[in-house]
């Protein structure tokens, strides 16, 4: 029996076949001081992985395959009974392969249940106490090598126009590390693109994801993509470190950074370690919870991450910008250390067509499947105009933005009209215009599209008009238009067009039309194509500057990401500068002048005060005078706008002021004006008058039943203070 108890042991094993209850409530107090899933915690507790705990499954589907071993040994002839050791054992067998299917499916379902796992699968506990991520199980699949790289840049031409020498060197790129092995533990290779805006470098790199994926060299089709610009400044560590962790262990093999110019430096420290030595380590202690990195000020953590890992992954960084920027930036050993460079160059006419002819063959296809509309007629000509619609200012993107309104119109044909299924639509091209026809009706087809918000140009003029006073102002505005229109003249032209700084302050007291004009610039501007918003976010030190140390900055930020595209008025500007030891204001304006170079193009930012006060506010950062050259004094109104803004006032609420009560106010507004104007409140003085004349107008009325509603009388205004 020594044999038979002997294999039963071999069979069964002596491993313990489950974590006792102990162990689990150990793991789970553990969890919940420290963190991590409770695997991690039992392996902590008991030194068991889970490959420990999965071998009991493992040994009882051994024990279940070795006992049908030998029941089929068992049923073989034998000489005698008695020369059969196995002769009583197959009773015994067949119950124990009973048992064990039992005990298979139970222990199946606890792991299934404690750990979120099948049989078969494995998860690694972070033992280490100064850990690197764990890279993520990574689908097998042949190993790839040159000569799956054969015939990618043929193919890549066939989706990417005009950028031949490009597509050569970003193939050379992601084929390198496969005829020159990386070093140990660096990215498969860095990559730096660059060239001007729609000239295809996105679209090259998302169709060499999609290439090399379908050849087998990838493991997924995606491009983890992780915007700089997102991280302006600095107190965000745990949002970029969560974001670029996320991005590392996702199953995209190629990791895009882009506008790194846009970034705070703090953050570019941690992308130049990766791209130059494949890793970048944390200056906090960081663990796993739930998938979320958690900052830890336990420094006795088991499970706590030191570092992030690149291998395996190809490393790419896009910019308009060349290596020249870039060292600025970052640094020359950064360039040096990068693998590969590939610059785009400005597509040329010849390009667009060849462009225009596949977007032109996906319309098609699109409103056949989509819409049941058959496209036909002049589609040479509509071609053309899609591409002439690159040569005015627009670019790549101005054409493909002609094909997306293309199929949004004829969505609109399709949905405002009762036509058959595959009903046919002859194209044609008058007069720059595309002409629909379907049967006997012709429809200008982009004219179907709703129109775009363009700020209603004669409206906002008009308005400006109506503005008392503020004659050098409004020259200013208007001198705005002509500069611009300039401008987008010698883009058509191809020439070489400027760029004025649109930064502004406002000085002057209380009243005089600040804010107002600010508004108007902001609906202005977007209507003549400056601004692409044209709202206007007004704002006080309250907004700006934090209640606690790494709040400023991030607040700053927010407030002016919600102004891109239009206009921010910042009032009483001056109170963000309270001296030196004011750190918070510090803060608050040093994020608010890298926020106006990072989006200088597409932000306008009105700085509004006492002429004193900014004068000495400028001088709080020695970047603020340069970036507001553009200074506009507004004066205080004369007693005569004062009269004109009061009637225009009582209009605005539907009031008029009586003929008797005119003098008397033009008195009053100019004696005001010439012993307070600057605590009197210029407009708000009006504002405040006006709406005093009301509230006594119904005072009078309950006694003067008779009397005229609407008028306000010289009795209704009380003008003795004028001192104040």
């Known amino acids: 029996m020594d044999k038979f108890e002997n294999m039963m042991n071999d069979i069964f094993g002596s491993k313990q076949a489950h974590y006792t209850a102990e162990e689990i409530e150990a793991a789970k107090k553990r969890q919940k001081k420290y963190g991590g899933t409770l695997m991690e915690n039992l392996a902590e507790v008991t ?59 139970a222990l199946n379902q606890n792991l299934k249940n404690d750990f979120g796992m099948n049989i078969g699968e494995q998860r690694t506990a972070g033992t280490n106490s100064a850990a690197s991520v764990q890279e993520p199980v ?18 890549l031409k066939e989706k990417i126009f005009g950028q031949d020498a490009f597509l050569k060197k970003l193939t050379v790129a992601f084929k390198r590390p496969y005829v020159l092995k990386e070093e140990e533990g660096h990215a498969k290779n860095t990559i730096f693109i660059y060239g001007p805006e729609d000239t295809g470098r996105h679209a ?45 262990q996702s199953k995209a093999d190629i990791l895009l950074f882009e506008n790194y110019e846009a970034c705070h430096i703090s953050y570019l420290a941690y992308v130049n370690e990766m791209f130059t030595t494949g890793s970048c380590h944390l200056t906090s202690r960081y663990m796993l919870q739930n998938g979320q990195l958690v900052n830890v000020s336990n420094s006795f953590a088991s499970t706590a991450i030191s570092s992030f890992s ?42 667009y067509k060849k462009i225009s002819v596949v977007k032109w063959e996906e319309l098609k296809q699109k409103v056949a499947t989509e819409l049941q509309f058959v496209l036909t007629g002049d589609e040479e000509a509509v071609r053309e105009a899609a591409v002439q619609m690159t040569g005015k200012g627009a670019g790549l993107a101005g054409m493909l933005n002609f094909y997306v309104k293309m199929l949004k119109a004829l969505a609109g044909l399709r949905l405002e009209n009762d036509y058959d299924v595959n009903a046919e639509v002859v194209l044609s091209v008058k007069e720059g215009r595309v002409i629909a ?20 140009l004669e409206q906002v003029k008009a308005e400006l008009e109506n503005i008392v006073g503020l004659t050098e ?61 044209g709202q206007l976010v007004e704002v006080t030190r309250a907004d700006l500057v934090g209640r606690y140390v ?43 002048v890298k926020g106006i170079e990072d989006n200088r193009d597409n932000l306008i930012v009105i700085l509004a005060g006492y002429s004193n006060e900014m004068a000495e506010f400028l001088t709080s950062n020695s970047g603020l005078k340069s970036r507001f050259p553009n200074i506009i004094d507004f004066p205080n109104y004369t007693g005569e706008e004062l009269l004109a803004i009061a009637k225009i006032t009582a209009k605005s609420k539907g009031y008029q002021i009586d003929e008797g009560a005119l003098d008397p106010l033009l008195q009053y507004f100019n004696a005001v004006q010439m012993i307070r104007p600057d605590t009197a409140g210029n407009g708000r003085l009006v504002r405040n008058k006006i709406e005093d004349a009301i509230l006594n ?28």
Do not use: C, W
């Open 697 to 724: 107008q119904s005072r009078r009325l309950a006694a003067e039943t008779e009397a005229d509603l609407s008028v306000l009388e010289s009795r209704d205004f009380d003008l003795t203070d004028v001192n104040g």
């Open 437 to 456: 026809a379907v049967g006997e009706e012709e429809t200008d087809l982009l004219d179907q599209l709703p129109g775009g918000y363009t700020g209603a």
């Open 47 to 105: 030194g068991r992985g889970l490959q420990t705990s999965i071998y009991d499954v493992k040994a009882a589907e051994h024990a279940k395959d070795s006992i049908s071993s030998l029941m089929d040994a068992g049923k073989k002839p034998q000489d005698t009974a008695a020369s059969d050791p196995f002769a009583d054992l197959n009773a015994i067998l067949q119950k124990n392969a009973d048992d064990l299917d039992a005990q298979i499916a």
């Open 204 to 248: 090259a790199l998302n169709a060499m994801a999609a290439e090399l994926y379908s050849r087998g060299v990838l493991r997924s089709d995606d491009v983890a993509v992780i915007d700089l610009s997102l991280y302006p400044s600095a107190g965000n560590d745990n949002v970029f470190l969560q974001d670029l962790y996320s991005a590392l």
């Open 310 to 351: 690149a291998a395996d992954k190809y490393l790419v960084m896009i910019s308009t910008k060349g290596a020249d920027g870039l060292a600025n930036a970052l640094g020359a050993p950064f360039v040096n250390a990068l693998g590969d460079t590939a610059a785009t160059v400005k597509l040329e006419e010849e390009s």
């Open 138 to 155: 990574k689908t097998q699949m042949p190993a790839a090598t040159a000569e799956n790289f054969r015939g990618v840049e043929g193919a």
């Open 550 to 592: 790494g709040h400023t900055a991030p607040l700053t930020t927010q407030v002016l990401t919600s102004a891109i595209g239009g206009v921010l008025f910042i009032d009483e500007a001056y109170s963000l500068y309270r001296g030196k030891d004011d750190s918070f204001g510090l803060e608050a304006i040093d994020a608010l």
């Open 473 to 533: 102002i409004k020259k200013y505005v208007y001198s705005l238009e002509e500069y611009y229109s300039v401008q987008k003249k010698r883009r058509e032209q191809g020439l070489k067009a400027g760029e004025v700084n649109k930064h502004m302050i406002f000085t002057g007291a209380p009243g005089t039309g600040k804010t107002t004009i600010a508004r108007i610039i902001s609906r202005y501007l977007k209507a003549i194509g400056v601004l692409t918003g």
